[in-house]
T-cell receptor, first 117, second 113 residues
C-alpha cells in the first residue's frame, strides 16, 4: 500500500516555463512534507518542506503548496532551468506508530523532470 | 557534499553471500537511517538508529541487520543475498530522531549476480 504517490514518472518542460510536480498521500497522520531532488550517482538532497499547518511555502524559485483536504501537494519551479533536470521525490513524515519518539519519512517513487533548453 | 559518507560506492557479489555496507553520519548527527531503492521504486525505509540504539524499523528483511557503533557510524549487514536484493542502499543522518530533514549519502550500489 503506497502511502505517498507520485503518479507522473516523468515530466518535460521548456526552459523558462513553470514545472509542476504533484504528489498525493493517503495517511492523515502525516504532518510534515518534504521534497528531495536527486541527480544521477548522488544521494537525494533536501529541497523544500512544508508543515501541515501551512498551505504554502516559498523558497526562491521553488514553492510547495499543500491541500490537506485533498491530501495533495505540489512543487512549483519558476522559471525552470536546465540544471533543475533531476528526479524529484516527495516525502511525508509522521511519528513512528510504535511510540519510540521518532519521525519516519515515507517516499514516493519520484518524478523525473527534464528541462529542455 | 552532504557530509554523509557511504562505503563502498559499488559492490558486486554472488547469491548466498554476505556483505556489509558502512555509513559515517554528518558530524554531530545522532540519528542514522537506512533506505533501499530498487529499480523504479521509491526509497523504502529499512531501519533507524539513534545514538546507538535501534529506534524504528521499516520493511527490513530478517536476512538484513544493522547496528550503530559508539562513534555513531553505522553498518548494514545483508546476508544470504538474493538477486532481488540488488539495489541502491542509502544512508541518511539527522541531528536527532525528531528531526524531519535528513541528509543523504551518495549510496552504495549493490549488484547480486
Amino acid at each position: 500500500d503506497q502511502q505517498v504517490k507520485q503518479n507522473s514518472p516523468s515530466l518535460s518542460v521548456q526552459e523558462g516555463r513553470i514545472s509542476i510536480l504533484n504528489c498525493d498521500y493517503t495517511n492523515s497522520m502525516f504532518d510534515y512534507f518534504l521534497w528531495y531532488k536527486k541527480y544521477p550517482a548522488e544521494g537525494p538532497t533536501f529541497l523544500i518542506s512544508i508543515s501541515s499547518i501551512k498551505d504554502k511555502n516559498e523558497d526562491g524559485r521553488f514553492t510547495v503548496f499543500l491541500n490537506k483536504s485533498a491530501k495533495h501537494l505540489s512543487l512549483h519551479i519558476v522559471p525552470s532551468q536546465p540544471g533543475d533536470s533531476a528526479v524529484y521525490f516527495c516525502a511525508a513524515s509522521a511519528l513512528d506508530p510504535s511510540g519510540a519518539g521518532s519521525y519516519q519519512l515515507t517516499f514516493g517513487k519520484g518524478t523525473k523532470l527534464s528541462v529542455i533548453p | 557534499d552532504s557530509g554523509v559518507t557511504q562505503t563502498p560506492k559499488h559492490l558486486i557479489t554472488a547469491t548466498g553471500q554476505r556483505v556489509t555496507l558502512r555509513c559515517s553520519p554528518r558530524s554531530g548527527d545522532l540519528s542514522v537511517y537506512w533506505y533501499q531503492q530498487s529499480l523504479d521504486q521509491g526509497l523504502q525505509f529499512l531501519i533507524q538508529y539513534y545514538n546507538g540504539e535501534e529506534r524504528a524499523k521499516g520493511n527490513i528483511l530478517e536476512r538484513f541487520s544493522a547496528q550503530q557503533f559508539p562513534d555513531l557510524h553505522s553498518e548494514l549487514n545483508l546476508s544470504s543475498l538474493e538477486l532481488g536484493d540488488s539495489a541502491l542502499y542509502f544512508c541518511a543522518s539527522s541531528v536527532d530522531s525528531l528531526d524531519t530533514e535528513a541528509f543523504f549519502g551518495q549510496g552504495t550500489r549493490l549488484t547480486v549476480v
